[in-house]
């Protein structure tokens, strides 16, 4: 199957877990990417968007958690291969709190 690109909401839902996790926030790190994993298979499927059973499952979505962990702390944790979404959205996270948080709110109202 093809692969499908990530898109914002998406971006600003993982870059949220991680700045949680990183706040402490988050005590079941596996458990919270196993539900975001969830959550974004249903926005898929309400979106009409076909997939298969490696769509956003809970290896990928580790390894694009590393890759924003690798993003926010300058190369000293995490994944290296960071997408240009990836770096926008924590860039977004930091600089544009308010664009930010409307679009994880607007997430959160349509598929939680």
């Known amino acids: 199957m093809k692969r499908i690109k990530w898109e914002l909401e998406e971006a600003v839902a993982i870059v949220d877990l991680y700045f949680r996790f990183e706040r402490g926030t988050v005590s079941d790190l596996k458990s919270e990417l196993s539900e975001l994993s969830r959550i974004l298979n249903r926005r898929a499927d309400m979106l009409g968007i076909v ?9 990928g979505i580790t390894c694009v958690f590393q890759n924003v962990r690798y993003y926010a702390t300058n190369g000293r944790r995490g994944l290296s291969s960071v997408g240009k979404l990836q770096r926008d959205t924590v860039s977004m996270y930091r600089n544009e709190p308010e664009k930010f948080n409307a679009i994880l709110e607007s997430f959160r109202e349509k598929y939680c």
């Not at 997939?51 to 290896?59: G, I, S």
């Open 51 to 59: 997939h298969d059973e490696k769509f956003r499952n809970l290896n």
